[in-house]
């Protein structure tokens, strides 16, 4: 009776909701954020000693005004983390509050035109290196668009808001300023995609506006957008689609990529010749490709010599989908294939590493500590990835101006080790000498050289399609650093990935999504010779069977059952949901949703709320008091 009721209620609504979009247009307040209130806890400051010391110190230059409350959230949830969990004494305390303050401000005097920054400062900003045979003089960080946007839903859907909804909207005002302060700090290349929802010609128009208004000229960015592979008269649909945005406002596509290849087909063949064609006329610059596909096909794709650039994902955590592949000379992920694409001069491009690299805005208390007090998560995987891997850029998915924060403060770091200031290299190879030691104390060091190597990838038929390498890597990642929020959102995808097993392993194979290879676990295949040449067969298959048995459910487990098992969280930078509403597994009826209705169902109440502005107000009001 009471699911009956409940389906009457929700039809009820959508109704009554989809009328008001009719009659009022897209609900003003869909993107205006929570409207709770936040009790941050603040023990740090109960320390007389720390809160005297940042009184003076916050007040010195106006520091606290200058702060934004998306900064003051961040700046706290960090250092009650360290001051609860980090056995730190009170003037390491004050001295890690300290730089992250310093983190959110150094930078600012960039972005105001009014100021003239001292010469050291304007040395600070994000360097550029050449990216590869494109010559393109790209800025070591990139502006990702997939959390700035509208919408989720594509734009050529016909339930997708209008474009008049979207360009007069806070989002599309959002992107614009964030767009400005990349380009004050020295971040030059902006990344999109078709299939971002409305982030492409989002993009189009604030580049195009900024234009217009005399910030900067066509020359002073580069603009990236990506079409998935398909057969020639589909891929010139896609292309159309894209040109129509991009033509007539930016006047050519300087790195077009083939989007999410995981496989040479007829379906890229086609594609890279449409490409060529555009190349010739003039309206692209350069042919790449993205991929979340395994090692081995990675490779294949490097290996045709057919591309200038490629977007991969390789992180200090492993290589996302790539992670327990083989690489095709003996070992497993994705560094291999940075390597061999660094000997083509290839540009190589980081997919991702503050969220796919590990969710690293929200890492595990093990994740942190280990780190330590002078690295942020977010800082070594940058860090990683440009001295240790050899990227060329790094792409950051920001949803609004404080996600530069972390950014630059890895930057700085660089620039201050350049300048003979600091020993980065030292700080960087302690924190992931810590990170290694920990693996090899929890699971051996027999397991952590051996453990995910031999393995077949989910392409191979004795495995019917389960990636057996990547559950392991997230049994490595749970038992050693307690990253569970991480692995959950990583294996509920793999459990969404549909197997009809009235199909054959060929069909059910090539239907897997792109951006998706693989499935988890199933206990009715045999796996015994899928794990055959693996150095300890039953442990493997044992801790296989474990991952599927934490991860499997959809609803994540509480934050006591993962206390329980030793995964504590760590610390939450998110301080509002992203603009565009979580892209997960269970999104899509949300989107359309929110589509339907015009933001009063399904993805509601997105962007900066009240509760960032409550939490910040704590802090001043203690600060500011006497």
């Known amino acids: 009776m009471s699911s009956i009721v409940a389906a009457s209620s929700f039809t009820a609504n959508l109704f009554k909701s989809t009328i008001a979009y009719g009659l009022f247009g897209w609900n ?29 110190f916050l007040k010195d230059g106006d520091k606290l005004n200058r702060l934004s409350d998306d900064a003051v959230v961040k700046i706290c949830r960090q250092v009650e983390f360290f001051y609860t969990e980090g056995n730190l004494n009170q003037e390491e305390m004050v001295s890690l509050t300290k730089s992250l303050v310093d983190q959110s401000l150094w930078y600012l005097p960039l972005m105001d035109k009014a100021a003239s920054p001292e010469p050291e400062i304007s040395a600070c900003k994000v360097p550029k290196v050449r990216f590869g045979k494109t010559e393109l003089n ?8 997939m959390r700035l946007q509208f919408s989720w839903m594509p734009d050529t859907v016909p339930i997708a808001p209008n474009r008049t909804t979207v360009l007069d909207s806070a989002p599309q005002q959002n992107l614009k300023n964030c767009i400005k302060s990349c380009l004050a700090i020295g971040i030059n290349h902006f990344e999109t995609a078709r299939f971002y929802g409305s ?3 989002q993009f ?15 020359e002073d960015f580069i603009f ?15 292309w159309n689609a894209t040109w129509d945005n991009v033509g007539e406002k930016l006047g050519y596509i300087d790195l077009l990529g083939i989007h999410a290849v995981h496989k040479i087909n007829r379906a890229l063949e086609e594609s890279i010749a449409v490409c060529e064609r555009l190349k010739r006329e003039g309206k692209i610059r350069h042919i790449g490709f993205s991929t979340h596909g395994t090692s081995e096909q990675i490779m294949n794709l490097i290996n045709t010599e057919k591309f200038e650039y490629i977007n991969i994902h390789e992180h200090f955590f492993g290589s996302y989908h790539g992670s327990g592949t083989p690489d095709t000379l003996g070992g497993e992920g994705n560094l291999a294939c940075v390597k061999r694409a660094l000997e083509l001069d290839m540009g190589v491009f980081q997919i991702s590493p503050v969220d796919k690299g590990g969710k690293l805005f929200r890492p595990s208390k093990d994740c942190a500590l280990t780190i330590g007090k002078d690295l942020t998560p977010i800082g070594l995987a940058l860090l990683h990835g440009w001295k240790n891997i050899g990227f060329h850029t790094a792409s950051i998915g920001i949803h609004g101006q404080s996600d530069l924060d972390e950014v630059m403060g890895a930057v700085k770091m660089m620039a201050l080790s350049n300048q003979g200031k600091i020993d980065l290299q030292n700080i960087l190879d302690g924190a992931t000498g810590r990170l290694e030691s920990r693996a090899e104390n929890k699971l051996g060091k ?9 393995l077949p990838s989910c392409f191979d038929e004795a495995t019917d399609g389960i990636a057996l390498g990547h559950i392991l890597w997230m049994y490595n990642l749970l038992e050693c650093y307690g990253m569970y929020e991480y692995c959950h959102d990583r ?20 239907a897997m999504p792109a951006a998706n290879v693989g499935r988890s676990y199933d206990e009715s295949i045999d796996l015994t010779k899928a794990l055959e040449n693996h150095y300890n067969p039953s442990l493997a298959l044992e801790r296989i069977k474990k991952v599927h048995e934490w991860l499997s459910p959809s609803e994540p487990m509480s934050d006591e059952e993962i206390e329980k098992r030793g995964w504590k969280k760590g610390y ?32 509601v109440g997105t962007g900066p709320g009240n509760l960032v502005k409550s939490g910040a107000l704590q802090f001043r009001e203690v600060i500011s008091k006497e």
């Not at 003003?28 to 936040?38: E, I, N, P, V, Y």
């Not at 990506?226 to 896609?238: A, D, G, H, S």
């Open 491 to 510: 294996y509920i995808s793999l459990v969404g990935t549909q197997w009809n097993k009235k199909k054959s392993f060929k069909e059910n194979a090539d």
């Open 572 to 603: 939450n930078l998110t301080v509002w949901d992203d603009m565009p509403g979580i892209l997960d597994s269970r999104a899509t009826k949300n989107i359309v949703l929110q589509n339907l209705t015009g933001g009063r169902m399904g993805i």
């Open 28 to 56: 003003k307040l869909s993107h205006s954020g929570d409207t709770d209130t936040a009790d941050e806890s603040l023990t740090f400051l109960s320390d007389p000693v720390i809160l005297s010391e940042l009184r003076t």
């Open 204 to 218: 189009v128009e604030a580049l195009h506006e900024l234009m217009q208004e005399g910030v900067m000229k066509r």
């Open 224 to 238: 990236q957008t990506k079409l998935i592979p398909r057969k020639e008269e589909k891929f010139l649909k896609l």
């Open 446 to 454: 027999e397991w952590m050289e051996k453990g995910l190597l031999n």
């Open 138 to 145: 790209i800025s070591i960080v990139t502006c990702g668009g």
């Open 199 to 201: 982030s492409e010609y």
